[in-house]
C-alpha cells in the first residue's frame, strides 16, 4: 500500500537534530476534535496554505450530523482530513500519516483509520478519569501502551494557549477557543506552510473583535514557536510543489464549484437563473451561496417544502428562467410527482441531487451514491431524463454547465448527481477562461409554427425540431403564441389532451428518443489504457473517480495494465460505451451502492460486469479497491473470485 | 367596453392592450367538459366576461391550475396557462409571478387541491403575500373522483367514502387564510354574476396574493349545497353581505331600507353576533372595515359561516390590507445587487477569481 507508506517518514528518527528537513512525497493529515472546537476551520485553513504552497491535494471533512452533539463524546467529533502532495492527488487519502486530536474522544473515534506508525499529537488537557471513562477508556492509552506502535507527541495545547494569549483580557473559555490555532501554527511549522494567508483571514474575519483576532495571531505564533524551540519537535518536513498546468488556481469546494456552474449556465445562456429550495444537508451551501450572488440575476426561493421549491423553479422555466431546484436523496424523493410534470411539459430544468447515506434520512453527512436508479426510475410512468454526474469537487462547476446545456437544448429537466464528498471536500482549481465555455441558445419562439385549417397562423407548441427532438419554448408575454400545457397527455404537434393510445405510445416513445438524442451531442469516451493492452476495464461514475483513479495507479505501479474510464453521462450513455464495454474480457465497476450502475450496463449491454460496492459512508479506500483489481488481473487460477464484501 | 382602470396596483407591470377585446378573445377552441349545470360554467363565463373588461395584454395573462375538475379552467381560456399536478399551483405560480412581473398570475384550485393536499402551499403562498389572485371553487366535496368528502365537507356527511358520515371536522377557507396572514381575502356564489365580476376587479387591483373562495355548486355530487345563500327565498337570510364602510346588515328590509338584522360585538367576549337591529338600535351594528390592519375582526366574520350544512355565511371582501409582497422585495434586491454590473461575464470571471488564488506559470 504506498499510498499509506509514503507518509511514514516519521519524525522519530533516530538521532533529531535542529533544522533538520525531511523530503517528503505526500502527507496525508487529519484534524481532529469536537465539533466546538473549529476542526473544519483549522483543516480548510491548513489546505488554503498549501494550496498557495503549490502543492496538489484533495480533502475530505467529516462531520456529526448534529450541530453541537454533547461535549466529549465519540458522536460529537468532527474531522477533516487533507493530503497534499507534490504530484496529482486523487484523494483525501486512505490512512492518515498525522493526527491531530484535540481531545480523548477524537483520538479513539480516529485511531482505528491511522497508516501504520503514524504521528499522533494529542492535547492532554481533557485527558481526565471522568472524561476517559465517558468514552469507554479504563485507562489512560496516552499511559496504558495503546499508542506505543505510533509516534506520540502529547502536551496540554489547551494550557499552552491559555498560557499565550493570557495578555489580551479573555476569558478562559474564550482563550481555551484559540487552540485550534496553536495546533495549526504547529502544523504549519512542522510542515513548512506559508501561514501569511491565515494572519490575514484572522485580521479581516476578527476585525470587529480585537481581542480575539490579537488572541488568535498570538496563538498561532505560538504554535509555530513551540515546534521550533521544542526538542520534541526537531524534524520539520517539505512537501515540495506539485507541477501543474499553468493557469491561475484556487482551492473550491463541490458545492461552490456546482453554485458558480449554475451562474456561469446562466449568463451563458443568458437566462436568469431562479433557485427553488429548502434547506437540506448536504446540499444547503448551494442555496447559501447563490443568495451571495444576485447581482448575476439570481433569485433563491427559499421554499416552504421540496415540492414547493421544484413547483417554484418549474414556474420560473415556464417563464423563461433557468429553473434550478437542489436538494439531496429525502428530497428528490417528494420533488419526483414535479420532475415527471417537468418530463410532460417539457420545459427546462436543473435538478441537483447532492446525495447522502440513505434510505430516508439515512446519514445525513455522510456520502453515497445509491440514488442513481431514483434518478433513472424514480417517478411514475415512462418518465426519462438525462442524467449527468461530476467526478471531482472542481468538477461539480463543468457539470453544472453542462446540465444547464442539455436542459435548455433538450427542454427537459436534467438531474445533477454529485454527493455529500464532493460537496464539502476541496481540491485545486485551475479558473477557466469563460471563452472556452459552451454557448447555449435558448432559442425562444417567436412566432407561429404553424397554418391552421383556414390558412391563419397559428402555434403549435407540440411541433418538434427535427435534430433534438425539443419543442418549441414560448414564453408568457409572446404575442400570438397563448398555449396550454399540463400533466394529462398532450397530442404531439398541437398539444391538444388526447387518450388516443396510438398518440400516447408514440408521445412516450418521443420523450424517450429525445433524452436519447443528447447522445448526438456527447463527445467520445476518454478512456485511459496507456499501453492499448489491459484486459480490465474499470469503469466509474462520480465522486469514485479518485479512489478508482488512485487505485489503477497502485496496480500499474505494481507491472499490471488496467484501463480506466469515468461516465460523466448516465442517461444517455455515450454513444460508443457498449463497444467499449465488449472490447474488455473484463469490467469492473466500484460504486458506493449495491450495483447500480452495473445493473445499467447488464441491462443494456448484456455485459457481465463485476462490481465492487462498498455503502460505509465514506469514500472508497484506494488500498483496497487496488487490491481487488490485483485479483482481478492476476495471471488466472490465483483468485478470479472477488472478495466477499466487493461482490456486488 | 373597456373601462380602461388601469394601472391596478396589482397589476402595475402588467402591459395593457391597445385594442378593445371581446370575450371571444378568451375563449379557447377546445370544447368545454364539466357536468351539465356545473356552477364552473358560471365562474368560467364570468372571467371570460370580465378580462376583455380589464383589457391587459392577452399574452401577457397565465392561469395556472392543479388537479379537480375546477383545475381544468386554464385549457378554455385562450390565454398561457398550465394545467399542473394536485395541489402545487401555488407554489409554480410563485416562481412565475417572481421571475416575471410583466404577469397577471391567476391560479385556479379547489376545496381539496387547495386545502387537502395543497395545504402547505396555500398558507404560505398568502403568508409570503406573492402578487397573483387565487381562485379557490369550494364545492364542499371531491367531484373529479367521483363523491368523497372534501376538507370542507360538513361533519357526519355520507359520501362514497363515508357511508356513515364522515368523522372529520371541515376548514373554513377564509379563516384559515386569515390565519395564514393573507392580506386579501374575498367570498363570492358562482350564480351571482356581478358579484363576481366586482371581487375579480377587486382581487386583480390588489398588490399581493387575492384568496377568493367561490361558492360553487357540484350538481352531481353535492347537489344544493349552498342553496340557502342562492335560493331567492332564503338567500336574504343567509347572506351576510360585507361591504366596507357599511353596516352589516341582513334579513328582510326593514323601514330604513336595510335588513332587519346585523352583527354587533359582544362588549365582554368580543365575539361577534347576530341581533334584531330593532332590539339595539342602528348605531350598534357593525360597520364593515375591510381595509383594518388588525385582521381579528375579519377572522370573527368569517366564523359567522356555519361549519354544518350552509345557512348562513358572510359574502364580500372580508379582508384587503396593503403588506409588502415577496416578488416585490425579491426582485428589488436582485436590482439592488445588480447596479453597477453592466457586464456579467466580466462580472463572472471577477468571482472565479475571488478568494485566495495563486497562479503557475
Ligand atoms: S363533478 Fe361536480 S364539480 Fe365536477 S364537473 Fe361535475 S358538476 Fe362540476
Known amino acids: 500500500m504506498p499510498e499509506a507508506q509514503a507518509t511514514l517518514a516519521t519524525p522519530n528518527s533516530t538521532e533529531p537534530h535542529r533544522d533538520t528537513i525531511h523530503q517528503l512525497d505526500r502527507v496525508v493529515i487529519r484534524f481532529a476534535g469536537d465539533s466546538g472546537d473549529g476542526m473544519q476551520l483549522t483543516g480548510s485553513r491548513f489546505t488554503q496554505e498549501s494550496a498557495a504552497f503549490g502543492n496538489d491535494l484533495s480533502t475530505l471533512p467529516n462531520f456529526p450530523a448534529e450541530i453541537r452533539a454533547p461535549q466529549g463524546t465519540l458522536p460529537g467529533v468532527s474531522s477533516f482530513q487533507v493530503h497534499f502532495a507534490d504530484h496529482n492527488v486523487l484523494t483525501p487519502g486512505d490512512a492518515p500519516g498525522v493526527l491531530v486530536a484535540m481531545n480523548p474522544a477524537a483520538l479513539k473515534a480516529n485511531l482505528a483509520d491511522l497508516a501504520a506508525g503514524a504521528t499522533i499529537i494529542v492535547d492532554t488537557h481533557d485527558f481526565t478519569s471522568r472524561a476517559l471513562k465517558r468514552i469507554g477508556y479504563e485507562e489512560n492509552p496516552l499511559e496504558d501502551g495503546t499508542l506505543d506502535a505510533y509516534s506520540v507527541h502529547a502536551f496540554d495545547l489547551t494550557g499552552l494557549t491559555v498560557e499565550a494569549v493570557k495578555d489580551f483580557g479573555l476569558t478562559r473559555k474564550d482563550a481555551a477557543r484559540a487552540k485550534n490555532m496553536f495546533a495549526l501554527g504547529l502544523l504549519s511549522w512542522m510542515y513548512s506552510r506559508p501561514v501569511e494567508s491565515t494572519l490575514t483571514f484572522l485580521e479581516r474575519r476578527f476585525a470587529s473583535s480585537p481581542q480575539i483576532r490579537d488572541a488568535n495571531i498570538a496563538a498561532l505564533?505560538?504554535?509555530?514557536?513551540?515546534?521550533?524551540?521544542?526538542?520534541?519537535?526537531?524534524?520539520?518536513?517539505?512537501?515540495?510543489?506539485?507541477?501543474?498546468?499553468?493557469?491561475?488556481?484556487?482551492?473550491?469546494?463541490?458545492?461552490?464549484?456546482?453554485?458558480?456552474?449554475?451562474?456561469?449556465?446562466?449568463?451563458?445562456?443568458?437566462?436568469?437563473?431562479?433557485?427553488?429550495?429548502?434547506?437540506?444537508?448536504?446540499?444547503?451551501?448551494?442555496?447559501?451561496?447563490?443568495?451571495?450572488?444576485?447581482?448575476?440575476?439570481?433569485?433563491?426561493?427559499?421554499?416552504?417544502?421540496?415540492?414547493?421549491?421544484?413547483?417554484?423553479?418549474?414556474?420560473?422555466?415556464?417563464?423563461?428562467?433557468?429553473?434550478?431546484?437542489?436538494?439531496?436523496?429525502?428530497?428528490?424523493?417528494?420533488?419526483?410527482?414535479?420532475?415527471?410534470?417537468?418530463?410532460?411539459?417539457?420545459?427546462?430544468?436543473?435538478?441537483?441531487?447532492?446525495?447522502?447515506?440513505?434510505?430516508?434520512?439515512?446519514?445525513?453527512t455522510k456520502t453515497e451514491q445509491a440514488?442513481?436508479?431514483?434518478?433513472?426510475?424514480?417517478?411514475?410512468?415512462?418518465?426519462?431524463?438525462?442524467?449527468?454526474?461530476?467526478?471531482?469537487?472542481?468538477?461539480?462547476?463543468?457539470?453544472?454547465?453542462?446540465?444547464?446545456?442539455?436542459?435548455?437544448?433538450?427542454?427537459?429537466?436534467?438531474?445533477?448527481?454529485?454527493?455529500?464528498?464532493?460537496?464539502?471536500?476541496?481540491?485545486?482549481?485551475?479558473?477557466?477562461?469563460?471563452?472556452?465555455?459552451?454557448?447555449?441558445?435558448?432559442?425562444?419562439?417567436t412566432s407561429p409554427n404553424h397554418v391552421n385549417a383556414d390558412?391563419?397562423?397559428?402555434?403549435?407548441?407540440?411541433?418538434?425540431?427535427?435534430?433534438?427532438?425539443?419543442?418549441?419554448?414560448?414564453?408568457p408575454g409572446t404575442a400570438g403564441l397563448e398555449h396550454r400545457i399540463g400533466g394529462l397527455e398532450k397530442a404531439d404537434g398541437h398539444g391538444n389532451i388526447s387518450y388516443d393510445p396510438a398518440n400516447h405510445d408514440h408521445m412516450v416513445r418521443i420523450r424517450q428518443a429525445k433524452v436519447e438524442r443528447v447522445a448526438e451531442s456527447l463527445p467520445p469516451l476518454q478512456v485511459d489504457d496507456p499501453h492499448g493492452d489491459a484486459k480490465l476495464l474499470v469503469l466509474g461514475w462520480g465522486s469514485t473517480y479518485g479512489p478508482i483513479g488512485a487505485a489503477v495507479r497502485e496496480v500499474r505501479d505494481q507491472g499490471y495494465a488496467v484501463a480506466q474510464a469515468h461516465l460523466r453521462h448516465l442517461n444517455p450513455f455515450p454513444k460508443d460505451l457498449g463497444t467499449l464495454l465488449k472490447r474488455y474480457e473484463k469490467v469492473l465497476v466500484p460504486e458506493m451502492n449495491l450495483g447500480q450502475l452495473s445493473l445499467l450496463l447488464r441491462a443494456k449491454y448484456l455485459v457481465d460486469v463485476a462490481g465492487y460496492n462498498q455503502v460505509r459512508g465514506l469514500p472508497l479506500r484506494a488500498s483496497e479497491l487496488a487490491d481487488a483489481i490485483l485479483q482481478l488481473v492476476e495471471p488466472a487460477g490465483s483468485g478470479q473470485n472477488l472478495t466477499k464484501e466487493s461482490i456486488g | 367596453m373597456t373601462s380602461t382602470r388601469l394601472p391596478f396596483p396589482g397589476l402595475r407591470d402588467v402591459p395593457a392592450s391597445e385594442a378593445p377585446q371581446s370575450r371571444?378573445?378568451?375563449?379557447?377552441?377546445?370544447?368545454?367538459?364539466?357536468?351539465?349545470?356545473?356552477?364552473?360554467?358560471?365562474?368560467?363565463?364570468?372571467?371570460?366576461?370580465?378580462?376583455?373588461?380589464?383589457?391587459?395584454?392577452?399574452?401577457?395573462?397565465?392561469?395556472?391550475?392543479?388537479?379537480?375538475?375546477?383545475?381544468?379552467?386554464?385549457?378554455?381560456?385562450?390565454?398561457?396557462?398550465?394545467?399542473?399536478?394536485?395541489?402545487?399551483?401555488?407554489?409554480?405560480?410563485?416562481?412565475?409571478?417572481?421571475?416575471?412581473?410583466?404577469?397577471?398570475?391567476?391560479?385556479v384550485t379547489g376545496d381539496g387541491d387547495a386545502l387537502s393536499i395543497g395545504g402547505n402551499h396555500l398558507i404560505h403562498a398568502l403568508r409570503r403575500n406573492v402578487n397573483m389572485t387565487i381562485l379557490l371553487f369550494n364545492n364542499r366535496i371531491y367531484?373529479?373522483?367521483?363523491?368523497?368528502?372534501?376538507?370542507?365537507?360538513?361533519?357526519?356527511?355520507?359520501?362514497?367514502?363515508?357511508?356513515?358520515?364522515?368523522?372529520?371536522?371541515?376548514?373554513?377557507?377564509?379563516?384559515?387564510?386569515?390565519?395564514?396572514?393573507?392580506?386579501?381575502?374575498?367570498?363570492?356564489?358562482?350564480?351571482?354574476?356581478?358579484?363576481?365580476?366586482?371581487?375579480?376587479?377587486?382581487?386583480?387591483?390588489?398588490?399581493?396574493?387575492?384568496?377568493v373562495e367561490i361558492y360553487q355548486n357540484c350538481p352531481?355530487?353535492?347537489?344544493?349545497?349552498?342553496?340557502?345563500?342562492?335560493?331567492?327565498?332564503?338567500?336574504?337570510?343567509?347572506?351576510?353581505?360585507?361591504?366596507?364602510?357599511?353596516?352589516?346588515?341582513?334579513?328582510?328590509?326593514?323601514?330604513?331600507?336595510?335588513?332587519?338584522?346585523?352583527?354587533?360585538?359582544?362588549?365582554?367576549?368580543?365575539?361577534?353576533?347576530?341581533?334584531?337591529?330593532?332590539?339595539?338600535?342602528?348605531?350598534?351594528?357593525?360597520?364593515?372595515?375591510?381595509?383594518?390592519?388588525?385582521?381579528?375582526?375579519?377572522?370573527?366574520?368569517?366564523?359567522?359561516?356555519?361549519?354544518?350544512?350552509?345557512?348562513?355565511?358572510?359574502?364580500?371582501?372580508?379582508?384587503?390590507?396593503?403588506?409588502?409582497?415577496?416578488?416585490?422585495?425579491?426582485?428589488?434586491?436582485?436590482?439592488?445587487?445588480?447596479?453597477?454590473?453592466?457586464?456579467?461575464?466580466?462580472?463572472?470571471?471577477?468571482?472565479?477569481?475571488?478568494?485566495?488564488?495563486w497562479t503557475v506559470v
Open chain 1, 221 to 364: 505564533k505560538t504554535g509555530w514557536n513551540f515546534g521550533e524551540t521544542t526538542e520534541a519537535f526537531a524534524v520539520k518536513f517539505e512537501v515540495k510543489p506539485a507541477p501543474m498546468a499553468p493557469g491561475t488556481y484556487r482551492n473550491i469546494t463541490g458545492n461552490t464549484a456546482l453554485a458558480y456552474g449554475l451562474i456561469a449556465g446562466s449568463t451563458q445562456s443568458g437566462l436568469p437563473l431562479f433557485l427553488g429550495s429548502y434547506p437540506i444537508t448536504p446540499a444547503s451551501d448551494i442555496l447559501h451561496e447563490l443568495s451571495k450572488h444576485k447581482q448575476f440575476g439570481v433569485t433563491t426561493f427559499q421554499a416552504e417544502d421540496e415540492i414547493a421549491g421544484v413547483g417554484a423553479a418549474l414556474g420560473a422555466s415556464f417563464g423563461g428562467a433557468l429553473g434550478v431546484t437542489t436538494t439531496s436523496g429525502p428530497g428528490i424523493a417528494l420533488k419526483a410527482e414535479t420532475i415527471g410534470l417537468a418530463v410532460m411539459l417539457e420545459l427546462p430544468m436543473v435538478v441537483v441531487n447532492v446525495q447522502r447515506g440513505g434510505p430516508s434520512t439515512g446519514l445525513p
Open chain 1, 371 to 445: 440514488d442513481l436508479l431514483q434518478a433513472m426510475f424514480g417517478r411514475n410512468g415512462e418518465s426519462p431524463l438525462p442524467i449527468i454526474a461530476p467526478q471531482s469537487p472542481a468538477d461539480c462547476f463543468d457539470a453544472a454547465v453542462e446540465a444547464a446545456r442539455i436542459a435548455v437544448t433538450y427542454r427537459t429537466p436534467v438531474m445533477l448527481l454529485s454527493d455529500g464528498m464532493l460537496a464539502n471536500g476541496s481540491e485545486p482549481w485551475r479558473i477557466p477562461e469563460l471563452a472556452d465555455l459552451p454557448r447555449i441558445d435558448p432559442d425562444f419562439a
Open chain 1, 455 to 475: 390558412g391563419g397562423p397559428e402555434f403549435w407548441p407540440y411541433l418538434r425540431d427535427e435534430q433534438t427532438l425539443a419543442r418549441p419554448w414560448a414564453l
Open chain 2, 24 to 107: 371571444k378573445d378568451y375563449t379557447s377552441d377546445q370544447e368545454v367538459r364539466w357536468c351539465p349545470g356545473c356552477g364552473d360554467y358560471a365562474v368560467l363565463a364570468a372571467v371570460q366576461g370580465f378580462l376583455p373588461e380589464l383589457g391587459l395584454k392577452r399574452e401577457n395573462i397565465v392561469f395556472i391550475s392543479g388537479i379537480g375538475c375546477s383545475s381544468r379552467f386554464p385549457y378554455y381560456l385562450d390565454t398561457f396557462g398550465m394545467h399542473s399536478i394536485h395541489g402545487r399551483a401555488p407554489a409554480i405560480a410563485t416562481g412565475l409571478a417572481t421571475s416575471r412581473p410583466d404577469l397577471s398570475v391567476w391560479v
Open chain 2, 143 to 211: 367531484g373529479l373522483t367521483k363523491g368523497q368528502y372534501s376538507p370542507t365537507s360538513e361533519s357526519g356527511k355520507i359520501t362514497k367514502s363515508s357511508p356513515k358520515g364522515s368523522p372529520d371536522s371541515p376548514l373554513n377557507p377564509v379563516s384559515l387564510a386569515l390565519g395564514a396572514e393573507a392580506s386579501f381575502v374575498a367570498r363570492t356564489i358562482d350564480s351571482d354574476r356581478q358579484h363576481l365580476t366586482s371581487v375579480l376587479s377587486a382581487a386583480t387591483a390588489h398588490r399581493g396574493t387575492s384568496l
Open chain 2, 220 to 357: 352531481i355530487f353535492n347537489d344544493g349545497a349552498f342553496d340557502a345563500v342562492k335560493n331567492p327565498e332564503t338567500k336574504a337570510d343567509a347572506v351576510i353581505p360585507l361591504v366596507h364602510g357599511e353596516p352589516i346588515r341582513f334579513g328582510p328590509k326593514g323601514e330604513d331600507g336595510l335588513g332587519i338584522r346585523g352583527i354587533v360585538r359582544d362588549p365582554l367576549s368580543g365575539s361577534l353576533r347576530v341581533v334584531d337591529v330593532a332590539d339595539v338600535g342602528a348605531d350598534r351594528i357593525l360597520v364593515h372595515d375591510a381595509h383594518a390592519a388588525d385582521p381579528t375582526t375579519a377572522f370573527a366574520l368569517s366564523r359567522l359561516t356555519g361549519s354544518g350544512h350552509l345557512t348562513q355565511a358572510p359574502i364580500g371582501i372580508f379582508r384587503s390590507v396593503e403588506r409588502q409582497t415577496y416578488d416585490d422585495v425579491a426582485r428589488e434586491q436582485v436590482r439592488s445587487a445588480s447596479e453597477g454590473i453592466t457586464d456579467r461575464s466580466t462580472a463572472l470571471d471577477n468571482l472565479l477569481h475571488s478568494g485566495d488564488t
